[in-house]
Nanobody, 118 residues
Framework: VQLVESGGGLVQPGGSLRLSCAAS????????MNWYRQAPGKERELVARITTTGSSTYYADSVKGRFTISRDNAKNTVYLQMNSLKPEDTAVYYCNAVPTLVVGYEYWGQGTQVTVSS
């Protein structure tokens, strides 16, 4: 089982990044997918969630209107499009999979660093 995030990096305020999380080893389409983030000295927080078919999404108030979560079940991949980035978005971003339609375990990726700075 693997969740592999990519797409992080250094970006200037107001810029954009697209994170990807490639899943393998489990029935991706049966899992709700989440993006969390953790900034230094802070607790991990839920950023966005997408249901198994992508029909419903949730966003934290701090990112609503700027971030978009999506998934491609054919590619076993979930994305996080991040626009209008702010310095306070700086954090390690984690992909998380929670079983919903299947019996299974919760999984976490290793995280990808996003730094917003001029």
């Amino acid at each position: 089982v693997q969740l592999v995030e990519s797409g992080g990096g250094l970006v200037q305020p107001g810029g954009s990044l697209r994170l990807s999380c490639a899943a393998s080893g489990f029935t991706f389409s049966g899992y709700v997918m989440n993006w969390y983030r953790q900034a230094p000295g802070k607790e991990r927080e839920l950023v966005a969630r997408i249901t198994t078919t992508g029909s419903s999404t949730y966003y934290a108030d701090s990112v609503k209107g700027r971030f978009t979560i999506s998934r491609d079940n054919a590619k076993n991949t979930v994305y996080l499009q991040m626009n209008s980035l702010k310095p306070e978005d700086t954090a390690v971003y984690y992909c998380n999979a929670v079983p919903t339609l299947v019996v299974g375990y919760e999984y976490w990726g290793q995280g990808t660093q996003v730094t917003v700075s001029s």
